[in-house]
DNA sequence: AATTCCCGCCATGGC
DNA sequence: GCCATGGCGGGAATT
């Protein structure tokens, strides 16, 4: 992988105590990476990947993002033409979410199919399918392509001439995913993907301004896990694979740019430490009017609690963002049981695997929030701030965070969250719950995962010493998840089923449970791991049966993916051990309820 | 030297 | 005209 390049090993971090003082603009010589594309549209999708949003204002996103007009096109563009978003008018976009893709990529793909022949006749009678008015399309033009294409069936190709000013990135986007999922090639360079696109001549100069644009687009695709950059099998030349949609990635706001724009017109980016409490009262009485008085007292509390947290954070020891260089795997090979020793080692460890750009600034985070806190009637406030929470601790990164003891703060947070969500009871607090807890707990499945990764690697390599510190590492993120899910049933158990009315709300809260088994087991190994399973299925099944007796189909939440990755993992498990039992009847009894229900599900995904 | 791709000029296309 | 869009290519940063 990463070799040994120069590279600086540090660089100037100064964000940690900007003054009000205008910016003084220190050599930003930051790297050109900070500024791309791809970074940019993590943030932008971070931002707008949440909760409430409806409408994404032009003017909003790039002061948000502090970037300039033209590259929220660019983002928009593409997005667009993947379905996330939708132009609703002028300066206005509407956010579809990532379940859009899917459905999005199915259509292109059927479109791309018909392409490759079909051109002769004008054929389409149009809109077989609903999808709202999504027109365009058309690009009639003379068949005259054929002619050799050394390979697979591959793609139109959008000629020259061609009137419609769309011409770029938006179609182009599409036709560069179809080149992906309609041919059975995952692997395509990007010079030859333009080639496939126009072709026809290698006109260097158009060609050139081609693969701009493919960078463009790839590097937006990627941000998105769509694709991912590797090379080409053969030759070392880079290349992009597809991956597809597999869920949607979850965003860290990581930005830098943000606050530079923000300080213009908030105060809040520069001295977080300072705001008090007495600010959270100030909101405008209008909408507010009987709210749950303790629902008001929580949310204020804890806010206090995470500024502390914050605060201190900030004053012991500057919270390293981190470098974001890759910091290159060097970490010394020297077996020292100096203690001292061993927790360098860690450091090492950590940024060696530290994902770039990972690693977020929590006060880009709370600027976005108290700007829209003051706005929010208070139970909204409340329940927002457990998803805040819920982010706040989302990006735990393996290494660092445990190892300076911040460990114990999650327990804050889950009592903060036991405590307020006893008093759920509408369709949308119960959603904002799951993703609450979700939140938490997608940290430490992600930690988990990476640790596992690495403790493997060095497994092999044969470092016992960074292993056995690595294993502690996955012990302790271990029991925090078990400790998540304990609370999460407990919760669901003894507070929320019992007094759930509908079975709307039963099946919600069923499959919720199911959901933390499935994380439960995901975690443990071996028997455990066999228990755990089958009390997912257990769970799933109870609530399948609800769902299938009292809910109009529409409402079905029981997620298909989640069902069949837990009867996945059964029938894994079972093979695994030999364990013959009825576990194959269970998963195909599943199987079989998903199969029969799936055809009502498909375009509902809304519950993640 | 080749690859990657940011920046922003300026052509469009509404109003 | 003005403003919102968004091609498009120079040429700088990175590899």
């Known amino acids: 992988m990463s070799d040994l390049p120069p590279e600086k090993t540090n660089m100037e971090l100064s964000s940690s105590s900007s003054m009000p003082g205008s910016s003084s603009s220190l050599h930003h010589s930051y790297s050109r990476?900070?500024?791309?594309?791809?970074?940019?549209?993590?943030?932008?999708?971070?931002?707008?990947?949440?909760?409430?949003?409806?409408?994404?204002?032009?003017?909003?996103?790039?002061?948000?993002?502090?970037?300039?007009?033209?590259?929220?096109?660019?983002?928009?563009?593409?997005?667009?033409?993947?379905?996330?978003?939708t132009r609703r008018a002028k300066n206005?976009?509407?956010?579809?979410?990532?379940?859009?893709?899917?459905?999005?990529?199915?259509?292109?793909?059927?479109?791309?199919?018909?392409?490759?022949?079909?051109?002769?006749?004008?054929?389409?009678?149009?809109?077989?399918?609903?999808?709202?008015?999504?027109?365009?399309?058309?690009?009639?033009?003379?068949?005259?392509?054929?002619?050799?294409?050394?390979?697979?069936?591959?793609?139109?190709?959008?000629?020259?001439?061609?009137n419609r000013r769309e011409k770029s990135l938006g179609l182009l986007t599409q036709n560069f995913i179809k080149l992906f999922i309609c041919s059975q090639a995952t692997i395509i360079s990007l010079d030859e993907a333009a080639k496939l696109l126009l072709g026809d001549a290698h006109n260097t100069s158009i060609m050139r301004t081609k693969v701009r644009r493919l960078y463009d687009i790839a590097n937006v695709l990627s941000s998105m896990n769509l694709i991912e950059k590797t090379h080409t099998l053969d030759s070392r030349k880079p290349a992009f694979k597809w991956l597809g949609y597999n869920g949607e990635p979850t965003f860290t706001l990581s930005s830098d740019l943000m606050m530079q724009a923000e300080s213009k017109k908030r105060v809040f980016g520069t001295d977080l430490s300072n705001v008090s409490v007495k600010r959270s009262k100030t909101h405008d009485s209008a909408t507010e009017r009987s709210l749950k008085m303790k629902h008001h007292?929580?949310?204020?509390?804890?806010?206090?609690?995470?500024?502390?947290?914050?605060?201190?954070?900030?004053?012991?020891?500057?919270?390293?963002?981190?470098?974001?260089?890759?910091?290159?795997?060097?970490?010394?090979?020297?077996?020292?049981?100096?203690?001292?020793?061993?927790?360098?080692?860690?450091?090492?460890?950590?940024?060696?695997?530290?994902?770039?750009?990972?690693?977020?600034?929590?006060?880009?985070?709370?600027?976005?929030?108290?700007?829209?806190?003051?706005?929010?009637?208070?139970?909204?406030?409340?329940?927002?701030?457990?998803?805040?929470?819920?982010?706040?601790?989302?990006?735990?990164?393996?290494?660092?965070?445990?190892?300076?003891?911040?460990?114990?703060?999650?327990?804050?947070?889950?009592?903060?969250?036991?405590?307020?969500?006893?008093?759920?009871?509408?369709?949308?607090?119960?959603?904002?719950?799951?993703?609450?807890?979700?939140?938490?707990?997608?940290?430490?499945?992600?930690?988990?995962?990476?640790?596992?990764?690495?403790?493997?690697k060095e497994t092999k390599k044969g470092n016992t010493n960074n292993v056995s510190i690595i294993k502690d590492h996955r012990v302790k993120i271990e029991s925090e998840i078990a400790k998540i899910c304990d609370r999460v049933f407990n919760l669901i158990d003894s507070h929320l089923l019992p007094s759930a009315s509908t079975a709307d709300s039963k099946v919600f809260y069923l499959k919720m449970k199911g959901d933390y088994h499935r994380y439960l087991s995901d975690s443990k190994t071996g028997a455990e791991k066999i228990k755990a399973v089958k009390r997912t299925l257990e769970v799933y099944k109870s609530a399948q049966a609800i769902a299938l007796n009292d809910l109009p189909s529409t409402n079905t939440l029981i997620s298909t993916k989640a069902a069949l990755k837990t009867a996945k993992a059964v029938s894994a498990i079972t093979e695994m051990h030999g364990v013959r039992e009825e576990s194959y009847e269970e998963t195909a009894l599943i199987m079989s309820l998903i199969l029969d229900r799936i055809t009502l599900w498909t375009d509902e995904l809304k519950w993640s």
Not at 39 to 46: R, V
Not at 71 to 77: C, L, Q, S, T
Request: with cysteine.
């Open 33 to 85: 990476k900070q500024k791309s594309l791809g970074l940019l549209c993590t943030n932008f999708l971070a931002l707008y990947n949440r909760h409430g949003i409806e409408t994404i204002g032009l003017d909003d996103a790039s002061s948000k993002l502090g970037v300039e007009r033209r590259r929220i096109y660019d983002i928009v563009n593409v997005l667009e033409s993947v379905g996330v978003l």
């Open 92 to 162: 206005q976009y509407t956010w579809k979410g990532f379940a859009a893709i899917p459905a999005a990529l199915k259509e292109l793909q059927e479109e791309g199919a018909k392409d490759t022949f079909h051109r002769f006749y004008v054929n389409e009678n149009v809109k077989g399918s609903d999808d709202e008015d999504d027109e365009e399309e058309s690009s009639s033009q003379p068949l005259s392509t054929s002619q050799t294409d050394t390979s697979k069936p591959s793609l139109p190709d959008s000629s020259k001439i061609d």
């Open 297 to 456: 007292a929580i949310a204020e509390s804890s806010y206090n609690r995470i500024f502390d947290a914050h605060e201190s954070r900030h004053g012991s020891r500057g919270y390293e963002f981190g470098p974001f260089a890759p910091a290159t795997g060097t970490y010394p090979t020297a077996p020292l049981e100096d203690s001292s020793k061993r927790a360098f080692d860690v450091e090492n460890l950590v940024s060696d695997y530290r994902p770039s750009y990972q690693n977020q600034v929590l006060k880009d985070l709370f600027g976005h929030y108290m700007d829209a806190w003051k706005s929010w009637i208070a139970m909204q406030q409340c329940w927002s701030l457990m998803i805040l929470v819920g982010y706040m601790y989302k990006d735990v990164v393996p290494g660092r965070e445990y190892l300076h003891g911040q460990a114990e703060k999650y327990d804050d947070m889950v009592e903060f969250l036991d405590k307020v969500a006893k008093t759920v009871d509408t369709p949308e607090e119960r959603n904002l719950l799951s993703i609450a807890y979700k939140n938490l707990i997608a940290g430490r499945r992600a930690s988990l995962k990476r640790t596992r990764s690495i403790e493997k």
